[in-house]
C-alpha cells in the first residue's frame, strides 16, 4: 500500500507537534508539508516550533521548512491535519475541503454541522457516510471530518460500551482537567499554583452537546441526536496532561459494577478488528486498585500510549436509578486531539474513503 | 462574663493547631491544657508541635507543658475539644464526657450516634437539645457533640438556605479536595505531583450519610433523617488548604440561578443572630465572577478568616428537575474542622448548655 | 504631620497591586491617584485590576478611577511610585522628575545611573544625598530614587552587617526565585509544572552589578563601588513568592556562624531608628532550625509581613577563606519591590528631602 | 555469553523498582531473585510492590515471589544488586560478599572504605582494581563495588571531562533536587507544595567528599583524593525526577565556555568504547538553548533513557580565576542511583572480574 501524502496544519504548537510525533513514522502515511502562522512561515521546524515533547524532536523534521497556512502549501496532501485554532479552522478549513482535501480537523468549527462527522472511530465509525452528503451538499471535492473536544472523547469513549450494553439515560459530569487542555500558554503559572480554577470556556457546552451527535443514530444520511442527557462542569488542575472525570451514570438497565467492569475492559471495535496502526488493543483499561485511574500513570496507558484510556472505581451510585459512578482518565492531547484526528483519518482511508 | 476554661487534645497536629490559634485570644474560653501522644507529652509546646500555621506560634503557648492525652491532664476544664485520630477518640471521649467534660469532636467516631449532635451551628442549632437526652441516656454529667466531616461542612453549610427555600431532592457532588484534609503526612509528595488521587477513604460515604442527618428533623428527642439523597464522589488534588466541590441539584420549587444566589448571600442564622465571635458575618460568600470560587482566595474568606465559604458559578442544570449546579469552595481546617467545634462550643455557651 | 500625596504609575499589576495595599492606609502617604496602560485607563480600580491578593481588594479604592498613565494624571502628588515596566519607565520617570515629583522607582532603568541612589534603607540611606547632584545636574525639580532588583535586595540586606562586621571578598549566590518575580503572566504553567527554569534575563548581571553601588561608598557625590566580588545563578522553581538564595561568602576577618548569627540577629539601621512604619522591627530574622528558611513561611515573615528576610543554615564554608554559607529568604515583591520602594519614600521624608 | 544471573535487594522501593525494570530485560544479566523486607516477603512481586514508573511493571516479574533478604535468597546470584537502605546494607552487603557474591550496591555505607571501589565507570574505571584488595584484605570470596550519591554523581560525571582536560581546583555547588530522591514517603506533600526545603541530610557532606575519592588517583591499591576543593549547598523541588546543580568552577588552566563545551560534548570513556549495554552513546550532553537544562526534559536524556546527563548555560564566573559556571542536570534514581549499578556490574563483566 503506497503511503499517503499528508499535511498538518499549525504544526507548531502543543497539538501540532503530537501530529508530527505521530505521523513522522506513521506506516500509512507520509508528512508532506507543515503548516504555521505567518511568524514561523520561512524557518525551518526545529527553529519554529519550541518541542516539549518527550522524545526530543525527531531528526528527519528538524530541517522541514515550515510554510505558511494557506491551500498552496499543502498541494499534493491527501489529507490535511488541522491543528488550527477555532477562528483560523473556520476560514481555512472549507477552503482545503473545497480544494480536494480531506480534513481530519481537531478544531471545533465544524464539529456541530449537520452533514460533518463528529468521529470516535471506536464509537461512530458509521458516521464516516455524512462524508457523501456533504461532498454532495457542498459541492466540495474534499471533506472535513473533525473529532471531539478531548473531555468529551474521553468521556464518551467510557460510556460507549455502557450505552451499548445497558442503555445510558443521563450522565453528570465533574472534570479535572490538565493544563495542557489549554495550550502552552494558556495557564499562567500564578493562576493555577496552589489553586484549581473551576471554570473552562465552552467547555460545558461541547461535552453535553457532542456527547448526543456522537451517540446519535444515523438515519437518512442525518444524525439524529441520542436520547442521553448530559450536564457536566469542568475544572482545571495542575496536572501536565490527563483529563480525570468522575462519572455518574442512570443506566436504562441494571448494572452491577462487575457487569460494567467487563462491559468496559471487552470492548473493541471497528479500529481494533482493521488494525490501525494508531489504534490501541484495549482501547478502554479497567483498573481495580482503590485509587486509580491516576492522571500521571494513565496519561501514556495503552499499547499506543496515550490512546487507551483507563477506568476505575466503578460502583453503584446510590441516588440514580440503575446508577453507577465510576472515574475515567485519559490523555487530553493524545486520544484527546492529534491521536484522535490521526484515527479518524486511519479510517477513513481504510474504509475507502480516499478513492 | 468569666472565662469558660478549655483544653485541647490532639494539640500537635494540623487541627489540633488550628485550636490552638483560635482558642489563644478567644474572648469567651480560656486554654488551660494541651494534650498529645506520649511521644510528645512533656515537651514544651514549641518543641512538641511543628508549627505549619501562618503567624507564628503564639508567644504566649510557646512554654506549655504538653500533657499526655487522659482526663486528669483536662481537669478543670469544661469544654475538652478533640482533635484526636478516630480510634483515640473511641477510647477517650466518653470517658472524658463521663467525667463531666462537654466534649467538642472533630473526630468521626461518635457522629453517628443517634444521641450525639452532629452539628454546624447555622445549620442546626436545635439539635443541640440531644444533648440533655445523651446525658440521660448514657448516665453522664457531660456530653459529646460533634461537628461533620470537613467536606460535609462545607456542601451542607451551602444547601441549607437552598434546602429552607426550595427544598432539595438530591445531590450530586464531586470533590476536589486540598492536601490538608488527609493531615500533616497524609499525602506522599511522590503521590501528588503533577496528578490527582479519585479516592479518599470513607469520604463518600460520610458526605453521603451525614448530610441526611445534620439536615434531619429533630422530633422527640431523635433526628429523622432528612429525605435527600446524596451521591457523591471525592477525590484529592495538589491543593495546600481549601476543599472545592461542584455539586449538582434538584430541587423541589424551581429556582433560578439569581434567586438561589440571593437565597445564598442573604443566609444569616443563629450564631451571626447571637454575635457569636468564630462566627462570620456572613456565612456564604457569592462570587459572581465567572471562573470563581478558588480555593487559593476562597480558603480565608469572611469577616472570621475561613470560616466563611464561597459559592460561584450558579447556573441551570440542564438535566435534573429543577436543576441547578454551582461550585462551592471553603477552608477545611478552619471552617471544616477545628473553626466548627469552636463554633459549637460557642453555640453551647450561648444556650446555656453548659451550666 | 500632614499626610504626602503620592500616586501609583502601573497599578493593576502585580507590583502596583501591592504598592496600592501598602498606601491605601498609609499613615504618612495618601494615595492621590492611579494610572495604568490606555487599556484599563478610565474603568474603576476594580474592574482594571484583577487583585489576587489576600486580604480582597480594600473597599475605599474599588470605585478609584484608573488614569492614563502621564504628567497630568499625577498632578498634585509630591511622591509618585513607579511599578512600570523597564521601557516605559525609561521614558515616563524623567519627565516626572522634571516635573518636579519624586519619583520611587521599581524599575531598572536608571538604578545604574551615577547620579541615581540605588537604595535600601537599611544598608545605603547615606547615598539618599545623591538626590541634590541629581537635581542639579539635570535641571530637574523632583528626581528618581530606585530600589535595587528583588534577588538584589534579599542578598544584600543579607550581607550588610556580615559587610559592615567582617568584611566581604566574594560572594557566590545560588538563586530559586518565586513565579511572581516575573509578573503575573510571565512564567506559564506548562514550563514549570514538575520543572524548574534555570534561566532568568538579566537577573545574574543585577545582581552581580547592582550590589557593587549599593555598598559602595558615597564620595564627593558620587558612589565608588564596593571592592566585593559577586557571581550568581538564577534559577525559576515552583514557588508563587519568596525568593530563596544560597550564599557562599569568603569574609576578610574569620567569623564563626554564630558570631555571623549574631551580626545578622542584631542588625536595625537607620528605618528602625527613625521608626518608620513600613521598617519592620528586626529586617534580619535567624531561623535556627536545620531545614529553614523555606520561602511559603519566609514569605511574610517581620512585624511588617514580607519586610523581613529569614536566613538559616549559617554554617562553615569549607573552600573559601574565612568561608561561610547560608540561606537567605524573602519576599520578592514586597521587601523586593513595592515596599521597598514604599521604604525609599519613607526615608526621603524623614530625612526632609520633600521640602 | 551465557547471562550471569543477578539479584536485586530491596526491589520493592522506588530504586529497586528501576533495577527490576533496567534488568528485566537485560542481554547480560538475568534476573533471578528479589528480596524485600519480611512484610514484602512471600507476596508476589505485583502485590509486593506498589510500581509507580513508567512503562507498567514488565508481565514477566509480576508473578515472581519476593524473598526474604538473606543469604539463602540470592544463593546462585554472582551479582547482588542493592538498593537496601544504609542501616540495612550495613549488616547484610559484608556478609553477601562474604558469602562469595558480587554486591554492587547504591547505599552509602561502605563507599569511604579504603578498599571498596566508588565507581562511575565513565570516571573512574581503574579503581575497580581495589577489589582484588578488598577480597583479600578482608578474606572474602565476592566483593562490595559502590556508586556514589546521586547528587554526587551527576556533578562529577560533568566535571571529569574538564578535570582531566584543564585541572579543577575549586567547585561550588548549589542543587536543586527532585522528590524522588528522598524515597517514595521521604517528603511528604504538605512541607514541599508552593514551597521548597533547604537542607537534606548528610547530602552536602557526600558531595563534598566522595568527590574527591572518585577522582582520586589509584596508587599502590589505595585511592589518594583528588586535590580539589567542594563546597556544596543542597536544597528539595518541587519536582519529581532529575536533580539540577548550579556549579562555579574554578580552573586550573584558563578555558572558554566553547572550549568546556566541546570538552563535555566530546567525552567518551570506557563504557562506550565497551559498548556496555546501558552505557549512553554520549554521556554528556551540552544544551545550547539559553534556559536550559531543565528537570522535565532532562530526565530522560541519552540513548539509554535517563543515562546521560544535560548541561547547559556554559559561562564564564566573573570572580573565580579561569572561572566557569555551568548548570547540570539529571536523573537521580536511573543515572544516581539504580543505572549506576548497573554499570558498575557490567564493567565488571566487561573487564573479567566476575572470573
Redesign the interface.
Known amino acids: 500500500m503506497a503511503k499517503t501524502p499528508v499535511a498538518v496544519l499549525g504544526a507548531t504548537g ?1 497539538v501540532g507537534q503530537r501530529f508530527v510525533q505521530l505521523l513522522v513514522d506513521h506506516p500509512w502515511f507520509e508528512l508532506k508539508a507543515l503548516t504555521a502562522s505567518k511568524r514561523s512561515a520561512g524557518k525551518r521546524y526545529e527553529e519554529a516550533a519550541k518541542w ?1 515533547l ?3 524532536m525527531p531528526e528527519e523534521i528538524k530541517d522541514t521548512e515550515v510554510l505558511p497556512t494557506s491551500e498552496k502549501s499543502v498541494e499534493g496532501a491527501d489529507i490535511v491535519f488541522s491543528a488550527l485554532p477555532t477562528s483560523t479552522a473556520k476560514d481555512v478549513e472549507p477552503k482545503m475541503a473545497e480544494a480536494g482535501h480531506l480534513v481530519a480537523s481537531n478544531a471545533s468549527s465544524y464539529r456541530m454541522e449537520p452533514d460533518v462527522p463528529l468521529l470516535i472511530p471506536e464509537v461512530n465509525p458509521d458516521h464516516l457516510a455524512l462524508l457523501d452528503e456533504q461532498k454532495d451538499r457542498r459541492d466540495w471535492d474534499g471533506a472535513i471530518v473533525t473529532n471531539p473536544n478531548c473531555t468529551t472523547i474521553i468521556l464518551v469513549l467510557a460510556l460507549k460500551p455502557l450505552f451499548d450494553d445497558f442503555g445510558i439515560k ?3 459530569v ?1 472534570t ?1 482537567q490538565a ?2 487542555g489549554a495550550g ?16 473552562i470556556g465552552k467547555e460545558e457546552w461541547k461535552t ?1 452537546n457532542e456527547t448526543l451527535k456522537i451517540l446519535g443514530k444515523l438515519e437518512d444520511n442525518k444524525v439524529s441526536p441520542a436520547k442521553i ?3 457536566s ?1 469542568c ?1 482545571r ?4 496532561d490527563g483529563h ?1 472525570e ?1 462519572v ?1 451514570l442512570e443506566l436504562e438497565k441494571k448494572a452491577n459494577p462487575k457487569q460494567a467492569s467487563k462491559s468496559l475492559s471487552d470492548f473493541v471495535a471497528r479500529p481494533q478488528e482493521l488494525g490501525m496502526p494508531t489504534a490501541p488493543e484495549q482501547p478502554i483499561i479497567v483498573d481495580e486498585r ?8 494513565a496519561r ?1 496507558a495503552g499499547s499506543i ?1 496515550g490512546m487507551a484510556i483507563v477506568v ?2 466503578i460502583r453503584k ?4 436509578k440503575n ?1 453507577l ?1 465510576f ?1 475515567v ?1 485519559g490523555n487530553n492531547v493524545i486520544r484527546g486531539a492529534a491521536g484522535a484526528s490521526v484515527l479518524n483519518a486511519e479510517l477513513i482511508k481504510s474504509e475507502g474513503f480516499l478513492e
Open positions: 502543543m516539549f518527550r522524545p526530543p443521563r450522565a453528570f465533574s479535572m493544563l495542557s502552552y500558554g494558556g495557564v499562567k503559572s500564578m493562576e493555577i499554583q496552589d489553586n484549581l480554577i473551576p471554570y453535553e442527557k448530559v450536564s462542569s475544572h488542575v495542575p496536572v501536565l480525570t468522575a455518574f482503590n485509587d486509580r485511574p491516576q492522571p500521571r500513570s501514556f500510549p476505575g472505581r451510585d446510590p441516588v440514580l446508577g459512578k472515574i482518565s
